[in-house]
């Protein structure tokens, strides 16, 4: 089965760092794009940044370019998400997503992490 | 890069047929026909219900379709069904470089 599965929900302090996680299985990582979406309580869904576990190209949202940093282990088939110093703003849902396309960063989203709930407080 | 609209909600009795809008620009909708659409109900994850404007993914009642017209993509449910009743996002690939723009969500109530 393919799938993507997420760290846990996190509660942290303005100021400090974090890193989340999002485990890929059931199909080979390098050759699909990783998306980061973000959703803040009861609004809608926002792109962040797109990773190529294959060489680790990563682009960035205009909106999210130096606020966070996405990265991949390829040899553990996880991808992550991290701050260096979080803020109330950053309290949200983050989700991890495949394209549905190998290759192909421009496709649909038809694989979808479970979400983690990052609460900064 | 700003969001696609959507309208904010929409209603509709059982059995009833609706259709959501996705206004875009050149530079996205009316680009490229990579349109997709989500459903996500309170507290999951969204699932993909639409890809490249109107195909289906495997699994997806046929009551979704998906079209387009210039700048507008739309989502239509036919046959509205009380499980229908959630938040809808479209998608567009908007270029090499912004690659990605989510619409605004559309909250549909099924009366």
């Known amino acids: 089965e393919v799938q993507l599965v997420q760290s846990g929900p996190e509660v942290k302090k303005p100021g400090e760092s974090l890193k989340i996680s999002c485990k890929a299985s059931g199909y080979s990582f390098t050759v699909y794009w990783i998306v980061w979406v973000r959703q803040m309580p009861g609004k809608g869904l926002e792109w962040m940044g797109i990773?190529?576990?294959?060489?680790?190209?990563?682009r960035y949202s205009p909106s999210f370019r130096g606020q966070v940093t996405i990265s991949a282990d390829k040899s553990i088939s996880t991808a992550y998400l991290q701050w260096s110093s979080l803020k109330a703003s950053d309290t949200a849902m983050y989700y991890c997503?495949?394209?549905?396309?190998?290759?192909?960063?421009?496709?649909?989203?038809?694989?979808w992490g479970q979400g983690t709930m990052v609460t900064v407080s | 890069q700003s969001a696609l609209t959507q309208p904010a909600s929409v209603s509709g009795s059982p059995g009833q047929s609706i259709t959501i809008s996705c206004t875009g620009t050149?530079?996205?909708?009316?680009?490229?026909?990579?349109d997709s659409w989500y459903q996500q109900h309170p507290g999951k994850a969204p699932k993909l219900l639409i890809s490249e404007v109107r195909k289906r993914p495997s699994g997806v009642s046929n009551r979704f379709s998906g079209s387009k017209s210039g700048h507008t993509a739309s989502l239509t449910i036919s046959g509205l069904q009380a499980e229908d009743e959630a938040d809808y996002y479209c998608?567009?690939?908007?270029?090499?470089?912004?690659?990605?723009?989510f619409g605004t969500g559309t909250k549909v109530t099924v009366l």
């Open positions: 997503v495949r394209p549905e396309v190998a290759a192909n960063a421009g496709g649909a989203f038809d694989i």
């Open positions: 050149s530079s996205d909708v009316g680009s490229y026909n990579l």
């Open positions: 990773i190529y576990p294959g060489d680790s190209d990563t």
């Open positions: 998608c567009s690939y908007a270029g090499s470089s912004t690659l990605y723009v």
